[in-house]
Nanobody, 128 residues
Framework: QVQLVESGGGLVQAGGSLRLSCAASGRAVSSSAMGWFRQTPGKEREFVAAISRSGGFTSTVDSVKGRFTISRDNAKNTVYLQMNSLKPEDTAVYYC?????????????????????WGQGTQVTVSS
């Protein structure tokens, strides 16, 4: 069992930055690929970024490339999403997810069905 708790969301002006954190407990996530997704009302939860279990491989959706960076600190059981140059269209609830016991060291799942555990989400609001 894994519990994921996101933090770091809030209200920021366009062009600003936020860093989201996802703290895992209950089981070490060093063997898990980790991902960030986001969701706005009436839309499906969409992939934002993923990181392999070692942290050596990352993947981001095209709309955030060059602005968002995913990273992890396995010693702290924490995953981060650094968000720079934020835009109003980045406004959403952001969710952290864990794909436990992933077989490949390089695996970076982009589909939400690959993930086994989810956090409760943190709201990010970007004003224009």
């Amino acid at each position: 069992q894994v519990q994921l708790v996101e933090s770091g969301g809030g209200l920021v002006q366009a062009g600003g930055s936020l860093r989201l954190s996802c703290a895992a407990s209950g089981r070490a996530v060093s063997s898990s690929a980790m991902g960030w997704f986001r969701q706005t009302p009436g839309k499906e939860r969409e992939f934002v970024a993923a990181i392999s279990r070692s942290g050596g491989f990352t993947s981001t959706v095209d709309s955030v490339k060059g602005r968002f960076t995913i990273s992890r600190d396995n010693a702290k059981n924490t995953v981060y999403l650094q968000m720079n140059s934020l835009k109003p269209e980045d406004t959403a609830v952001y969710y952290c997810a864990a794909d436990v016991d992933v077989a490949s060291t390089w695996s970076m799942p982009r589909s939400r069905v690959e993930y086994d555990y989810w956090g409760q989400g943190t709201q990010v609001t970007v004003s224009s």
